[in-house]
């Protein structure tokens, strides 16, 4: 495995896996003068892989309006407070099942991607788990030396 600042690199992945496969050939790394910059959280190259997290609020079935709007694609609806700029978020049964449904393995990661992570903690949006060997959202995610979410 190879590391590029390059992301039109052919060799690169994109995106969550439905099935194992092995790790890209090469993944995508901040350059080395942005890196070098002062980091916004810590640098830490271990995380464990936990599932998904849960609902902050509530899961309410869907009423007859969001049916016809959704379909069948999901399951229930996550409504947020009044004041937060979203109105809330469908749930997919399959995404339901998987809270905290993680394989519960770590996975170490080399410095250039730690430093990204760490100088740009929404840099990614997926990451692997080596046990599961699938990318995976980087939400089912949390670092080893504190407990916290990926991307936060």
Not at 21 to 43: G, I
Not at 49 to 58: N, Q
Not at 91 to 102: C, E, L, V
Not at 119 to 139: D, M, Q, S, W
């Amino acid at each position: 495995m190879s590391i590029t600042t390059d992301p039109k690199d052919p060799r690169l992945g994109w995106g969550v896996d439905e099935e194992p496969v092995p790790q890209n050939e090469a993944y995508l790394v901040l350059s080395e003068e942005e890196r070098s910059k002062e980091f916004v959280r810590p640098y830490r190259d271990r995380y464990v892989h936990v599932g998904a997290p849960a609902p902050r609020y509530p899961l309410l079935d869907l009423d007859e309006r969001q049916k016809e709007l959704v379909g069948d694609e999901f399951a229930k609806f996550e409504a947020y407070p009044e004041g937060d700029a979203a109105l809330g978020k469908y749930w997919r049964q399959a995404d339901i099942d998987n809270i905290g449904k993680g394989c519960q393995s770590e996975t170490v990661m080399g410095r250039a991607l730690s430093e990204t992570y760490a100088r740009n903690p929404k840099f990614y949006g997926a990451t692997y788990c080596v046990a599961c060997g699938k990318h995976l959202p980087i939400e089912e995610f949390v670092w080893s030396a504190d407990g916290t979410r990926l991307g936060s």
